[in-house]
């Protein structure tokens, strides 16, 4: 009982597929804003056998696939559990289902063990080579509030080796304001504004350098090498790079300058800030912030258990 004259219809001056027409097609809105549209035209043209991309924002028809049993297609069904498009019926009197898991972009959900990069400590200690990589750093003021904005992008580092025995390490980063001492510093006691926070680490020793090969989990309490980035004082988030997700981690960090004051150090009980403010004489009695930024690789001295010393090299400082 719909009143087709009731509404104004406008053509759509789209580009049509090359060698056939959309009189038989099928199409779906699907769950990255494209229409795609399957089942083309009549008679044997080409186009019968093509699944096109539609981009109402820009008007563009694309192909994305080509199948001979796309032909007459009897339903075109895009399902959100799977992110897949499902073409169902091809030929005449067919009753099979066809589908193609690329149709629409798919998000890497876990990575293998060959993805992940990895290093070796004597190699590095003696000639600073394969060492993890500072992919990008950024750092600079918001004078609007005169916050600090970090942003670094570093290699994702699994297991490490170290002293041709076969062993690995576990391996961590830590982003601090202070350099990360290989002999008085603790993994599990970390300065206020270092990339993790002291409340997740008080599990075994050897549990506190899990990775994960599952991108999303990065930033969770059960892989602490890549912690919950939660410091007492500023903020710190993780996330994987969208560009590769199995291979570059991605920091950002937002401290305003009550932050940095407040920053301190926790080895051996201390609570002195390390960033330090002065009078700047030759500025007219403007107050001055001073500190440095470092980015340390660690590992534990030995494969397990914790005997008070760590494996440190320095990736990069910026006062």
Same mark, same amino acid.
């Given at each position: 009982?719909?009143?087709? #004259? &009731? =509404?104004?219809?406008?053509?759509?001056?789209?580009?049509?597929?090359?060698g056939?027409?959309? !009189?038989?097609?099928?199409?779906?809105?699907?769950?990255?804003?494209?229409?795609?549209?399957?089942?083309?035209?009549?008679?044997?043209?080409?186009?019968?056998?093509?699944?096109?991309?539609?981009?109402?924002?820009?008007?563009?028809?694309d192909?994305? &696939?080509?199948?001979?049993?796309?032909?007459?297609?009897?339903?075109?069904?895009?399902s959100p559990?799977?992110? !897949?498009?499902?073409?169902?019926?091809?030929?005449?009197?067919?009753?099979?289902?066809?589908?193609? /898991?690329?149709?629409?972009?798919?998000?890497? #959900?876990?990575?293998?063990?060959l993805?992940?990069?990895?290093?070796?400590?004597?190699? %590095?200690?003696?000639?600073?080579? &394969?060492? $993890?990589?500072?992919?990008?750093?950024?750092?600079?003021?918001?004078?609007?509030?005169?916050?600090?904005?970090i %942003?670094?992008?570093?290699?994702?580092?699994?297991?490490?080796?170290?002293?041709?025995?076969?062993?690995?390490?576990g391996?961590?980063? =830590?982003?601090?304001?202070e350099?990360?001492?290989?002999?008085?510093?603790?993994? &599990?006691? $970390?300065?206020?504004?270092?990339?993790?926070?002291?409340?997740?680490?008080?599990?075994?020793f050897? *549990?506190?350098?899990?990775?994960?090969?599952?991108? +999303?989990?990065?930033? +969770?309490?059960?892989?602490?090498?890549?912690? $919950?980035?939660?410091?007492?004082?500023?903020?710190? *988030?993780?996330?994987m790079?969208? #560009?590769?997700?199995?291979? =570059?981690?991605v920091?950002?960090?937002?401290?305003?300058?009550?932050?940095?004051?407040?920053? +301190?150090? /926790?080895?051996?009980? %201390?609570?002195?800030?390390? =960033?330090?403010?002065?009078?700047?004489?030759?500025?007219?009695?403007?107050?001055?912030?001073?500190g #440095?930024?470092?980015?340390?690789?660690? /590992?534990?001295?030995?494969?397990?258990g914790?005997?008070?010393?760590?494996?440190?090299?320095?990736?990069?400082s910026? $006062?």
């Open positions: 009982n719909w009143d087709s #004259t &009731a =509404v104004e219809w406008e053509i759509l001056d789209a580009v049509m597929p090359e056939g027409d959309l !009189r038989v097609g099928t199409a779906v809105l699907a769950g990255d804003g494209m229409i795609y549209i399957a089942g083309l035209g009549g008679g044997q043209q080409d186009a019968t056998r093509k699944t096109l991309r539609f981009d109402p924002t820009t008007l563009i028809l192909e994305v &696939a080509m199948y001979d049993e796309s032909k007459y297609g009897a339903a075109l069904i895009y559990y799977d992110d !897949r498009l499902y073409i169902i019926g091809g030929l005449p009197n067919s009753a099979t289902t066809y589908y193609y /898991s690329n149709a629409l972009p798919e998000l890497v #959900t876990t990575c293998t063990e993805d992940i990069a990895t290093f070796d400590w004597d190699e %590095l200690m003696e000639s600073g080579t &394969a060492k $993890p990589e500072v992919v990008d750093f950024d750092m600079s003021v918001d004078e609007t509030d005169l916050s600090l904005n %942003l670094v992008k570093l290699t994702y580092e699994g297991r490490s080796s170290g002293d041709d025995n076969g062993e690995v390490y391996t961590t980063y =830590v982003l601090d304001f350099d990360f001492d290989a002999h008085k510093d603790s993994i &599990a006691s $970390p300065g206020t504004c270092q990339n993790r926070n002291a409340i997740d680490f008080t599990g075994e050897d *549990t506190l350098w899990d990775y994960s090969l599952i991108p +999303s989990e990065v930033g +969770s309490a059960s892989n602490l090498a890549y912690p $919950p980035p939660n410091p007492v004082n500023g903020e710190w *988030t993780i996330a790079d969208e #560009t590769d997700v199995c291979g =570059v981690v920091y950002t960090g937002k401290f305003s300058w009550n932050d940095l004051v407040a920053c +301190s150090s /926790s080895n051996s009980g %201390l609570t002195a800030s390390y =960033v330090t403010t002065s009078d700047d004489a030759n500025e007219d009695g403007k107050l001055k912030l001073q #440095t930024f470092y980015v340390n690789v660690v /590992s534990p001295y030995a494969p397990t914790d005997y008070g010393y760590y494996r440190v090299y320095q990736l990069l910026q $006062p």
